[in-house]
């Protein structure tokens, strides 16, 4: 059972598509991120959600829309997409907000051309 | 924000060596993690450890809070231990849960 899951695994759009990912976890938890890796691995952090409620909102293009319909479930949506866009888009869950251990999903790569 | 800096940033073994993978910080913190991002991409927690002294396997790690450090140790090294290391860590008050993520620790292990 794969604990965090996100769709697609991979995506490849042209600059200016619009696009969504889209992310499931089903370990029970009320928190639930948005990470962005770069080209040179470095990891940020772009959006927080506890109990569907945004927490944290890093400074990200309001191109980038998350929406979380219910505590299990976090969706990106990415509007007129860029090649700056292109790295890698990691969910990941926790419990509570910051006392328990943080649960990736295995990332969306995002390539834009 | 808080600085997170990780050492050393590659690291290249023979399979069975030990090795220690340290993490520096800028300012207190209530919350430290571990990660290995193995060569598929996949993120793993290895430990949840603000402070004190952790097990898991060949694996053990340390954070000294007081003192703005942890460390990583890996012993008997083996080739699936390849892949970046990440220290993360996040303050308390506001910070949500917020974890700020150093640059990483290549580890490479030849057979």
């Known amino acids: 059972d794969t604990a965090v899951s996100q769709t697609p695994k991979y995506l490849v759009t042209q600059m200016g598509n619009d696009k969504s990912i889209k992310c499931e976890q089903n370990?029970?938890?009320?928190?639930m991120y948005w990470y962005k890796q770069d080209s040179k691995k470095f990891l940020k952090i772009m959006f927080s959600?506890?109990?569907?409620?945004?927490?944290i909102n890093e400074t990200v293009p309001n191109r980038f829309s998350p929406k979380s319909p219910d505590k299990a479930h976090l969706n990106l949506h990415i509007n007129s997409l860029e090649l700056g866009d292109s790295a890698v888009y990691f969910c990941?869950?926790?419990?509570?907000?910051?006392?328990?251990?943080?649960?990736f999903g295995n990332g969306t790569r995002l390539t834009v051309t | 924000g808080i600085q997170v800096e990780q050492s050393p940033p590659d690291l290249i073994l023979q399979e069975g060596a030990n090795s220690t993978l340290r993490c520096n910080f800028s300012d207190s913190v209530n919350n430290l993690q571990w990660f290995h991002q193995n060569p598929w991409g996949q993120l793993i927690n290895l430990f949840y450890?603000?402070?004190g002294t952790k097990q898991n396997g060949r694996l053990s790690a340390t954070t000294v809070a007081t003192e703005r450090y942890s460390l990583l140790y890996i012993s008997s090294s083996q080739t699936t231990d390849s892949g970046v290391y990440f220290c993360a860590v996040g303050g308390g008050g506001t910070s949500y849960g917020k974890l700020t993520f150093g640059q990483g620790t290549i580890l490479t292990v030849h057979p």
């Open positions: 959600y506890n109990n569907k409620e945004l927490i």
């Open positions: 450890i603000p402070s």
């Open positions: 370990l029970g938890h009320d928190t």
């Open positions: 990941a869950s926790s419990q509570g907000h910051s006392t328990s251990p943080l649960h």
